[in-house]
């Protein structure tokens, strides 16, 4: 039996998951999967160390109508009655939400867990899903080691004047700030700078983390003080299908003028507009590279736009810029929209080599340009992965004292 550590991470419809050996510290998982099309059609795919298509075999057992909670209970029985012998010694969450106060991965008892549920207002469409499946485990086996890595924690670090929306005071007493999200992309990348921007790496620095969801962080030595996102995941950047930063006034209109209910704005915000809503054809960027359509260019164009916009808002906290990462699926595969977001950037001075960017390498700038372009692939599992082998480090050390 081989101990191991399982990382979770459960979307609206999805379950991500990688499974990494207790032993030591790989930077490839054992085992890497995902459960797609949760309530409608979950389908599960697997790859193992080497990158090869795993058996199947728990498609069997996948009911149409299986919530989170019960297909985390069978990825466990597939894991540990799997050829090689898995004993799954604990498991690490990515929990959307940790408010306020937590600012570091916990271990969950029965008082956490409360806790995180006191938090799903803030996060109604997010939070229900990354608790299922915590309730789930502690119902197979209690005794299982479970720690919660929160994506808001990395941004704690913010100076209060970032956290604040201009509402009467009464609201931000009451948690009406600006969290911040992708904190565990954010700490992942952090970790690895001083590899790829050397001295820099303590510097002023914008990391873009574009995927389906999109935000920015601005670090100084390392550590959050700004960010895009904030009370939610809609706010900052246009995304995949997420407006991003808009007037307040049009939730208003929407309400006053064409009756929309709480339930179809929620629904037009995060699900209708962004990529899709703005091309009318798709969220997947890649997709919209690829089409002909005028609309599929005007809805790239106001993404580069957008997000060329919000990274100069950040170099008032920063006061300067030295150096722009790019992270996540757009960002560490698309050469055109990180040439036409650092475009729109030249006048500070940035100078992009196209060869470079073109072939997605670490550094993408020339050596004279103002300010250093890298590109780094994030790894938000083997963060969590970290940290709950550090939980289970302190366990076995007390466990000796
Ligand atoms: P998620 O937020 O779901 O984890 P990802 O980080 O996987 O998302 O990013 C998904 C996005 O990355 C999609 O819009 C996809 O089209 C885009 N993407 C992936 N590869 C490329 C590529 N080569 N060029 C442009 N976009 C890409």
Not at 53 to 67: P, Q, R, W
Not at 259 to 285: C, F, K, P, R, W
Not at 361 to 389: L, M, N, Q, Y
Request: neutral net charge; aromatic residues 6%; glycine residues 10%.
């Amino acid at each position: 039996m081989i101990d191991a550590i399982l990382v979770l991470n459960a979307g609206s419809s999805s379950i991500k998951f990688a499974l990494y050996p207790v032993a030591s510290e790989p930077r490839n998982p054992l085992i890497r999967g995902k459960i797609e099309g949760i309530g409608r059609a979950p389908k599960f795919h697997a790859t193992n160390v080497q990158g090869l298509k795993m058996d199947d075999g728990m498609l069997a057992s996948i009911d149409k109508s299986s919530s989170h909670g019960v297909l985390t209970t069978q990825l466990l029985d597939w894991l540990e009655q799997h050829d090689e012998g898995y004993k799954i010694t604990a498991v690490g969450h990515r929990v959307v939400h940790g408010g306020r106060y937590f600012s570091k991965p916990v271990r969950i008892d029965k008082g956490i867990l409360k806790e995180l549920g006191a938090l799903i207002s803030l996060a109604p469409l997010h939070q229900p899903n990354n608790i299922a499946p915590i309730e789930s485990l502690l119902k197979r086996d209690g005794r299982i080691l479970q720690v919660a890595c929160f994506d808001t924690a990395f941004h704690r670090t913010q100076p209060r004047l970032n956290e604040l929306f201009a509402l009467p005071r009464r609201y931000a007493d009451e948690g009406v700030i600006r969290y911040g999200f992708h904190g565990l992309s954010y700490q992942y990348i952090a970790s690895v700078l001083p590899e790829y921007l050397e001295e820099q790496a303590e510097g002023r620095i914008v990391v873009a983390h574009l995927g389906n969801g999109a935000s920015l962080c601005a670090m100084r030595t390392r550590k959050s003080v700004a960010t895009s996102m904030g009370f939610t995941a809609l706010d900052g950047l246009m995304m995949g299908s997420r407006c991003g930063n808009i007037d307040p006034g049009i939730v208003l209109f929407l309400m006053q003028d064409r009756g929309m209910s709480a339930d179809q704005i929620q629904n037009l915000l995060y699900n209708e507009s962004g990529l899709l809503g703005v091309s009318g054809i798709s969220n997947n960027m890649l997709a919209l590279l690829e089409s002909s359509s005028i609309e599929a260019k005007e809805a790239v164009d106001l993404f580069c736009y957008r997000a060329a916009c919000e990274i100069a808002a950040l170099l008032v906290p920063l006061r300067g810029l030295d150096a722009i990462v790019f992270t996540a699926g757009i960002g560490e595969n698309s050469a055109a929209i990180r040439a036409q977001i650092c475009g729109h950037l030249d006048w500070l001075g940035i100078d992009i080599n196209v060869d470079a960017n073109n072939a997605n390498s670490r550094i993408i700038s020339r050596g004279k340009s103002r300010i250093t372009v890298s590109v780094i692939p994030t790894d938000e599992e083997g963060v969590i992965a970290e940290a709950t082998r550090a939980i289970l480090r302190d366990d076995g050390q007390r466990g000796k004292s």
